[in-house]
């Protein structure tokens, strides 16, 4: 159903030349970095102001207009298209840091501002934003998937980072979620409901984050390891020693071979653990050490440290590059990310099933993630167009989420739900699925934000 | 309105001779630790399991029977009592420690567990559970009103050690919130929805909270300072370096007069800090030095050190004595307890702002917090029975939270709203507040789950 030409005419007025209807804007808001795929939306509006989106939700909400908020497009299961048709709210527009406050150490930005750009502005302040989830997303975009990445172990996700919303909701109240206060029981935690909510129950327009001192001294490296066990149960001992790592990443023999020939480099195809420690220059010396001791009793050999910031940078631009390195393995493939979170005690053998399921299926697959919280993806490489091929994918997808449940783990460490794993909800959730539909249908009764997403579908 | 016949007779049925109507189990049920008073509850059940919970609360939801949960009576703001008469379910015979997974650093716990009891159970793992209000609370009350206390600047709060929870619904339904795996972003949050709710969106029933390693090395301190400015100017520096704590707490120098009278000590009577540092011998050796070097650099004298465990618990248990040594300052006094918590840079300011009024009405209240979080209290003397007294005590407490909002601060840092912070939350969260009271109207339409509490009145 289109938009209607009453609703078409109050946009207008709202936002005069940068709503736009032409194909090329719509087209470029209906693409995805995945195989998830729908039909571009009917329109698109640029707001520079809260006010903007509180008006253009009042007349969608009074035309029951779906309403898509829109980040940079990079997320992976596919949450920002419109399935249902719509207007797509593009808030990279709304990219000003409003004020940092380094006494508080908070900043509070617009939901525009990406991850790279805060941390640019944050250079002379001796802080930094730690979130890092590989893509230059929009903080807006990674509050709303409650993202996280290689930095979690350490200073955890965005439901941790994340102090404080401006939220408007689907009928154009704008409210006030959350203080700049570092801890409050004043009633329901409206904050950690919104993070994650995945722009089905309001649009974040500013954000209070919390940021971190940066750390007087880095040492990274990275370490081969003879076994997957042998890798996974140096993660263990190293956690549970309570050494406290800024990153801990597993990348398996595939991915390494993968980075060998998109990087150039000479690794040994076995897997590895990519590491980073964060403190003065005692204990990050103390810290690596005793990492290293434990990692020698596993079996690691061959660390290679990168001392100096540009080294440092290499090594995670390495890892961060093993998703392109791993498409490039077969010409042309697409990838299907997996995403599964489980237990500790659970993650060699959740791996290990999954390789062998990869196998199984005679498919190419890498395997790699933030070890340190449970957290692996599979990169399953599918030629475009082979119907076959991306059932197996999915297929393995969805065993390896059927694993996770089984241990009590989630079928999303930090991906979100989106579409992709919608049909995964009940399993995880049983009836607390139905209460999550039963919260969106309380606040967005005529279910215009971003419907057919996360929640059931509604009778 | 009494609970009517037909639902007496069926929560009979359930719970036998573990529902009581007599006077002394419902008189036992009113009180409150506070000012905060109500009539008893019609009745009292004691279950066993979730699936009683699960049957009564079917039954009081049919019958429109309010059902206030209640774990040790310790909440400080009348949470917990029976403003609408009804059923109130003491969880105390829930106290079964479920499982410990020390390989994930995770334990399962039935509700009625107080801390100090699940901390005994852990003493031979080398793990243990930080959160600590100082009342010997239950889990599952700590869960609901999202405790904290003096170790949430290292360990966090409730709110990032509840890692998923069991809760029966209004209707009888019971969901299972989280999961086992350390982080997740499959939907709505409902895990933190709960946590801080009060009792008012449900039941909770089982926990799954995080464990942390017990650490090999803690040095606690105890060090005076000229003015409050100087002792919270020590606690921003400290911050700011990065230096870890495991505890910082400031009390005023009243507070320290009042622990010299009832615990026989010779502090000087001006501002302290008492400071705790976990980690590695040498970790802690380091911390503790440069957290020396800053406190004497902002005037702190006296560090008194407890290496010992026997000396550290000595130090703790004076802290934790604070409360009735200051209610001794004047005898048979009770407490108008306050709790703020503002933005770091604006401590100094609250605090001495605090002060001031409290000195303003001619009342004696010592200021105590855990500032490390930008959280402190007040413990307002009241004579029992004069009415100016309290009147002028709950002036001094609603400015005070006036003020924190002034500054983007909360109403409530760690005690929770119940029904004495319940005027000040449309203050603090504006619209939000209704929205809060659209989620329970929707998770609980009959309004039998805590009513009167938290949320807005129904229309």
């Known amino acids: 159903m289109p938009i209607p030409p009453p609703a078409l005419s109050a946009l207008t007025e709202i936002f005069g030349d940068r709503l736009s209807l032409r194909a090329a804007d719509r087209d470029h808001h209906a693409g995805s970095e995945t195989f998830h795929h729908a039909p571009p939306p009917d329109a698109v509006a640029w707001p520079l102001t809260t006010e903007e989106v509180s008006r253009a ?19 992976l299961e596919g949450h920002a298209l419109a399935t249902h048709g719509g207007l797509v709210i593009d808030l990279s527009r709304m990219d000003r840091v409003i004020e940092v406050r380094p006494g508080d150490m908070q900043v509070t930005v617009q939901p525009g501002v990406t991850r790279e750009a805060l941390n640019t502005e944050l250079r002379a302040t001796g802080l930094f934003f730690p979130v890092d989830p590989g893509a230059n997303a929009s903080l807006g975009g990674m509050a709303a998937t409650r993202a996280s990445g290689t930095t979690a172990v350490r200073y955890g996700t965005m439901r941790d980072n994340v102090l404080a919303l401006e939220v408007v909701l689907a009928d154009g109240r704008v409210i006030r979620t959350g203080t700049r206060a570092a801890k409050s029981s004043a009633g329901y935690d409206l904050t950690a409901l919104m993070v994650g909510s995945e722009g089905t129950l309001g649009i974040i327009t500013e954000l ?45 023999a ?31 010396r103390a810290d690596a050490e005793a990492f290293g001791d434990l990692a020698r009793e596993c079996g690691g050999t061959g660390f290679d440290w990168a001392d100096t910031p540009e080294e440092r940078a290499a090594l995670w631009r390495m ?35 999954a390789s062998a399921d990869i196998a199984a299926e005679g498919m190419t697959g890498p395997i790699l993630g933030h070890v340190g919280d449970g957290n692996f993806h599979s990169l399953l490489l599918v030629d475009p167009g082979d119907a076959d ?20 783990g989630t079928i999303s460490g930090e991906h979100g739900i989106g579409i992709g794993k919608r049909p995964l909800m009940a399993a995880e959730h049983g009836d607390g699925w139905a209460v999550m539909g039963t919260i969106k249908a309380a606040l967005d009764p005529n279910n215009i934000l971003n419907p057919g997403k996360l929640v059931p579908d509604r009778n």
């Open 254 to 284: 595939l991915s390494i071979r993968a980075v060998n020939a998109y990087a150039h480099r000479s690794y040994p195809e076995t897997p590895h653990l990519f590491v980073e420690f964060n403190g003065s220059a005692e204990s990050v």
């Open 319 to 353: 890892r961060h590059q093993a998703y392109p390195a791993c498409l490039a393995l077969r010409a042309g493939a697409k990838g299907v990310v997996t995403d599964v979170c489980v237990p500790m005690s659970h993650l060699a053998g959740a791996v290990a099933a």
């Open 57 to 75: 939700l009042s007349v969608c909400n009074e035309h029951r207009v779906p309403v898509i908020g829109w980040g940079t497009g990079t997320s």
């Open 208 to 252: 209070t984050l919390r940021l971190h001192g940066q750390p007087e001294q880095v040492a990274a490296a990275v370490c081969a390891f003879p076994t997957l066990e042998s890798a996974v149960e140096c993660v263990t001992a190293t956690i549970q020693s309570g050494i406290p790592m800024a990153r801990i990443e597993f990348v398996d």
């Open 389 to 408: 091929q991306l059932a197996r994918a999915k297929g393995i997808a969805r065993r390896m989420a059927e694993r996770a449940l089984a241990v009590r």
